[in-house]
């Protein structure tokens, strides 16, 4: 009789160990992740903040074995990958180009990359947006408020950097040379907001001048 229970026991042990392990593989499947290979996901960023479209390659070797391309937050995701260990290179026209090398792969698993994949501006392929900030009566503004989004395609704009004037009512914006429409927003000491938009198309230095309205009296 002890006997029997002792086998009753432990086949209900097994039992339990394999219904955790089937429903372990299932959470996996449901969540999207083939329970024999592993993927590689994290955040890119610049000094001013989310670092989009950039192209993520991964590498084996001397070979590429995936791809991706950064969203408006920076996240970028690549699955389907063997277990093992690769290497990734980030490029975006304009900032240094980033590497990690190393980072193990585990099959079923995500590998979460930490918070600190900053990339660096490239001095010599950016565009400069440069300005000035002047009153109503032709003067320098100086310790205006100018901030600077990129316009998307529907017609919004997503700000991605803020300026003070400096004491003669100059800023400067460093960006990715890359074609797109920046929209400039100024104001000072309630005088204000003024936009302008400026279009960028390649590395070059893009002046515009910005004019408040005059102060209510």
């Known amino acids: 009789m002890l006997l029997q229970r002792w086998s009753g026991a432990l086949l209900l042990a097994i039992m339990l160990i394999s219904a955790c392990a089937a429903t372990s593989t299932i959470a996996t499947m449901a969540q999207g992740v083939d329970p024999t290979r ?34 408006d937050k920076g996240e970028f995701l690549i699955s389907g990958l063997a277990p093992g260990r690769y290497g990734l290179t980030f490029r975006k026209p304009g900032l240094s180009v980033g590497r990690l090398e190393d980072i193990e792969v585990r099959a079923g698993k995500i590998r979460s990359l930490p918070d600190k994949l900053i990339l660096t501006v490239d001095e010599g392929s950016i565009a400069f947006v440069r300005g000035s ?28 950097d803020g300026r003070v004037t400096n004491e003669t009512g100059l800023f400067v ?8 429409v920046y929209r400039l927003t100024v104001w000072a000491k309630g005088v204000g907001p003024v936009t302008k938009d400026v279009e960028v198309d390649g590395p070059a230095r893009y002046n515009v001048a910005l004019s408040l309205p005059p102060t209510d009296k």
């Open 38 to 71: 592993g993927g590689i996901k994290g955040k890119v960023r610049t000094r001013s903040g989310a670092a989009e479209q950039v192209e993520v390659s991964v590498r084996q070797g001397d070979s590429e074995v995936g791809r991706a391309t950064t969203n």
């Open 133 to 160: 900030v002047f009153s109503a009566e032709g003067k320098s503004v100086p310790g205006a408020r100018v901030e600077i989004a990129r316009v998307r395609p529907d017609g919004s704009a997503k700000k991605i």
């Open 173 to 180: 914006f460093r960006l990715a040379p890359e074609a797109a």
